[in-house]
């Protein structure tokens, strides 16, 4: 007898197929997407879920229980999900055959999901995730340095403002967090996107905006050099970025212009020995501790010729430690920046920028004068990883809220009995429990995929990003409500999880965006 879940997976394949199909005729391929946005980006959604239930398929045997149970909430799903745009498209009955309506309906059965709950409690939220001894030792080392180095100051970080203590940065690049991704030749470790997936994931697990965030601006410009930069530029920069020697900042967005990239206005001219950059720049986190910022600025002042006129600089700065700055070089160059407050991820802190002829020198122009209106494809190789990783730090927050809520059950009494004794409760929790599993299986599946192809995996990248940030805001929230009225005090960590999933599906690509302009782009294009 066919696994319940091949059987859930091939139906949830061939609806979503169908609406991919359908969807590919209405846009002309993918031409037409923003005369369709609505139906592109509920098609979007239902071809990552059922992405996510492929790769729920292959979870490890001993989750196998928690994997059928997550497969068949989110087959489920889509039926509902294309019930708006079904006729538009033509699809006609969104129904599955008998065999996987039974396995789904069965599998989505209180009982079955009640269990994964109650092991939850008895293992306090923790499913082990079976990977070979390398994969195993990274992890059991990065949690233990998070649970050491981070985990005790997490709170005071979130709830007085603070910077990330500079002793965090130092030693995680002695262990050599910052060169996961980076070539042994270049002194990095070369371990591979699962290594830097679970390293995030651990880091998050402590917190999100005062650990798990700090690889990902090195990663995104290393990536962006490896992509494209000069020999020089990579033996230059690549080893100080593993080692932690030098901090960096991404800055791509504007206060005008977010998702839009091509319509970066900020501006690059040529002066004699390099480039002067003038204009503004918003939401460049860790832009006030950070060495260098990877920004992309405009170098041919013709707008019409959009992503085409757009490069990509290594701009140095000095280190701030507070929420603002103003510096000015010999040359008469300045540049200010103010940190945003924001309700969560505190402890990187964004700022907004300020840049009027500020001098960035030839040699770090990212590919030198080949790299010249190149900037927007470099960026975009960075961004690919960076959205991974984002993956990975949602991965990391959910299993923390998971963990935090398991534990608290277990103690709270009402009514004389823990509130974790109650059916509801351990349903809850389960469905909690299976989100967190989805979210992994999607998160590590592209990450194995960027090992073998990087530019194809990226819309894989793209779908873990979106479905793992998605559920860590519904995982964190139900948390909350299950520690009921404490959940909203922040003596309880799960506040904080609370306030900083909300940023997860906006940054690395607003989900809107992500969902219409990536993936919907890449199912769509024959």
């Keep these: 007898m ?9 139906a949830a394949r061939a609806l979503a197929t169908r609406a991919i199909e359908a969807a590919r005729v209405l846009t002309s391929n993918g031409a037409a997407i923003d005369d369709h946005q609505v139906i ?20 490890p045997a001993g989750l196998a229980d928690v994997a059928l149970v997550a497969a068949a909430e989110l087959a489920a799903q889509i039926p509902h999900r294309l019930a708006p745009v079904a006729r538009l498209l033509g699809l006609g009955a969104l129904t599955y055959d008998a065999d996987a309506t039974a396995a789904i309906e069965a599998s989505q059965e209180p009982t079955a999901v009640e269990a994964i709950g109650a092991a939850a409690i ?8 079976p990977l070979d001894e390398v994969l195993t030792e990274v992890r059991a080392n990065v949690r233990a340095f998070a649970e050491r180095e981070v985990l005790p100051h997490a709170e005071r970080i979130h709830h007085h403002d603070e910077l990330i203590p ?13 060169g996961l991704a980076i070539p042994e030749k270049y002194g990095g470790h070369e371990l591979g996107n699962l290594a830097m997936i679970l390293t995030t994931e651990e880091l998050s697990r402590a917190s999100l905006a005062a650990a798990g965030s700090l690889i990902t601006r090195p990663e995104i410009l290393a990536k962006a050099l490896l992509a494209g930069g000069t020999e020089e530029q990579k033996q230059t920069w690549l080893p100080r970025l ?31 020995g390099g480039f002067a950059i003038t204009g503004p720049k918003a939401w460049c986190t860790f832009a006030g501790r950070a060495d260098v910022i990877a920004l992309l600025a405009r170098t041919d002042a013709d707008l019409s010729k959009g992503s085409r006129g757009l490069t990509l600089f290594i701009v140095d700065k000095p280190r701030f430690p507070g929420h603002a700055f103003e510096v000015a070089q010999p040359g008469g160059g300045t540049l200010s920046g103010k940190a945003d407050r924001t309700p969560g991820y505190r402890g990187m802190h964004s700022f907004t ?15 030198g004068e080949a790299g010249i209106g190149r900037g927007f494809a470099l960026q975009m190789a960075g961004f690919a990883a960076g959205r991974l990783q984002t993956g990975g730090r949602a991965c990391g927050l959910t299993q923390a809220a998971v963990e935090h809520t398991a534990r608290y059950v277990a103690e709270r009494k009402q009514f004389g009995r823990p509130i974790g004794d109650y059916g509801l409760t351990r349903y809850h929790l389960g469905r909690m ?10 998160t590590y599946a592209a990450a194995q995929a960027m090992d073998g192809d990087e530019r194809a995996a990226a819309p894989l990248a793209a779908m873990a990003k979106l479905f793992s940030c998605d559920v860590a805001v519904e995982v964190t929230q139900l948390g909350q409500l299950l520690h009921g009225g404490w959940g909203y005090a922040e003596e309880y960590p799960i506040s904080r999880f609370v306030a900083d999933a909300q940023v997860l599906p906006i940054f690395e690509g607003v989900k809107p965006i992500l969902t219409l302009k990536v993936i919907g782009r890449s199912i769509l294009a024959m």
């Design 122 to 129: 008895t293992n306090q939220g923790r499913f082990p995730w």
């Design 242 to 272: 593993a080692a932690a020697e030098v901090m960096a900042a991404i800055s791509v967005t504007e206060p005008n212009v977010g998702s839009d990239v091509a319509s970066v206005a900020c501006r690059a001219e040529r002066v004699p």
């Design 40 to 59: 592109v980006e509920r098609v979007a959604y239902a071809a990552t879920e059922a992405r996510v239930i492929e790769a729920l398929v292959h979870a």
């Design 166 to 178: 500079e002793r965090f940065i130092t030693e995680m690049g002695k262990a050599g967090y910052f």
């Design 433 to 442: 429990a299976s989100r967190l599993v989805a979210a992994r299986c999607i």
């Design 353 to 367: 920028l300020a840049f009027e002829n500020w001098f960035v020198p030839d040699a770090q122009v990212v590919g």
């Design 2 to 10: 066919a696994d319940a879940r091949d059987v859930i997976c091939a």
